[in-house]
Antibody
Framework: EVQLVESGGGLIQPGGSLRLSCAAS????????MSWVRQAPGKGLEWVSV???????YYADSVKGRFTITRDNSKNTLYIQMNSLRAEDTAVYYC???????????WGQGTLVTVSS | EIVLTQSPATLSLSPGERATLSCRAS??????LAWYQQRPGQAPRLLIY???NRATGIPARFSGSGSGTDFTLTISSLEPEDFAVYYC???????????FGGGTKVEIK
């Protein structure tokens, strides 16, 4: 069974840094496109970043220059390093596999990041 | 950047009724559109991809149609577990940017 499990969320002060992890089982992270999607409290879904199997990375304008997506093939784990965090980065962060180059499936259960002083 | 507009924002229906949800793109996305369901407190799940293909394990009461700029998700007969928020999504060609619509909440009338 394919499963994604996020971790690393928590309360962080504005300007701080946090790294989220997404451990995968049942498939190989490095062979798939992988992405992060976030959801602010009570709001809709917002795509954050994607990493292609070849290693290319892309970001939403809202996080470009502050967030970095990476993966550890030996641990079969996806990461996102979040720097210079702002209140508007407060959200549940989901990792997801990207199928057919376009669609998110499956999704992890999400991890909550709260940016507040 | 392609904008996806979903309507209505909220749909109030009774179990057993038919639900029709709309997603309109600001420019043509051909058939490259997906639908997701998000129940309260849960992660989204893929329902429909490529506008009309049901994802694995999705019941036949869910169907998608449309191409170009106008798309529809239809739930033929609402089950209690179908009351949720539904999002459409597309990916632009280059650079790859993934966009979601604002969502439609299907609530019990």
């Amino acid at each position: 069974e394919v499963q994604l499990v996020e971790s690393g969320g928590g309360l962080i002060q504005p300007g701080g840094s946090l790294r989220l992890s997404c451990a995968a089982s049942g498939f190989t992270v490095s062979s798939n496109y992988m992405s992060w999607v976030r959801q602010a409290p009570g709001k809709g879904l917002e795509w954050v970043s994607v990493i292609y199997s070849g290693g290319s990375t892309y970001y939403a304008d809202s996080v470009k220059g502050r967030f970095t997506i990476t993966r550890d093939n030996s641990k079969n784990t996806l990461y996102i390093q979040m720097n210079s965090l702002r209140a508007e980065d407060t959200a549940v962060y989901y990792c997801a596999s990207v199928i057919g180059s376009n669609w998110f499936d499956p999704w992890g259960q999400g991890t909550l990041v709260t940016v507040s002083s | 950047e392609i904008v996806l507009t979903q309507s209505p924002a909220t749909l109030s229906l009774s179990p057993g009724e038919r639900a029709t949800l709309s997603c309109r793109a600001s420019q043509s996305v051909s058939s490259y559109l997906a639908w997701y369901q998000q129940r309260p407190g849960q992660a989204p799940r893929l329902l429909i991809y490529d506008a009309s293909n049901r994802a694995t394990g999705i019941p036949a009461r869910f169907s998608g149609s449309g191409s170009g700029t106008d798309f529809t998700l239809t739930i033929s007969s609402l089950e209690p577990e179908d009351f949720a928020v539904y999002y459409c999504q597309q990916r632009s060609n280059w650079p790859p940017v993934f966009t979601f619509g604002g969502g439609t909440k299907v609530e019990i009338k």
